[in-house]
């Protein structure tokens, strides 16, 4: 499947509402086939809809990112925290101030 902007942030919103609930990693989310019909053992770039997003429109790197505004920002938001958090209460902290600033971009 071919990602347009709108379902990279619709996808990018559906992960990132179970990390806000579940406190875990990109590595534990379920991707499922019917998210984006490719087998069960595909994975989005870095786990990451927008990622996969600018990989399949041959941005180079983070040109096209919806967040980015035409370079890599997501490690100085809410993300990056989220990255480097140790805990799943401090993961659902800034996983739900992550998904706050995706939800922004509908």
Same mark, same amino acid.
């Given at each position: 499947?071919r990602l347009? !902007?709108?379902?990279a942030? &619709?996808?990018c919103? &559906?992960?990132? &509402?179970?990390?806000? &609930?579940?406190g875990?990693?990109?590595?534990?989310? %379920?991707f499922?086939?019917?998210?984006?019909n490719?087998?069960?053992d595909?994975? %989005? +770039?870095? !786990?990451c809809?927008?990622? +996969?997003?600018?990989l @399949?429109?041959? /941005?180079d790197?983070c040109?096209?990112? %919806?967040?980015?505004?035409?370079?890599?920002e997501? @490690?100085?938001?809410?993300?990056?925290?989220w /990255?480097?958090a140790?805990? %799943?209460r401090? !993961?659902?902290?800034y996983?739900?101030?992550?998904?706050? @600033?995706?939800?922004?971009?509908r």
């Open positions: 499947m347009t !902007r709108k379902k942030i &619709e996808l919103i &559906e992960m990132w &509402e179970w990390l806000a &609930e579940t875990k990693k990109k590595d534990d989310y %379920p499922s086939e019917k998210q984006f490719y087998s069960s595909y994975y %989005p +770039e870095s !786990r809809w927008f990622c +996969e997003y600018c @399949q429109h041959k /941005d790197g040109k096209g990112c %919806p967040l980015g505004g035409g370079k890599c997501c @490690q100085y938001m809410a993300y990056g925290k /990255d480097d140790k805990t %799943p401090t !993961r659902k902290k996983a739900g101030l992550f998904l706050k @600033q995706i939800k922004t971009l």
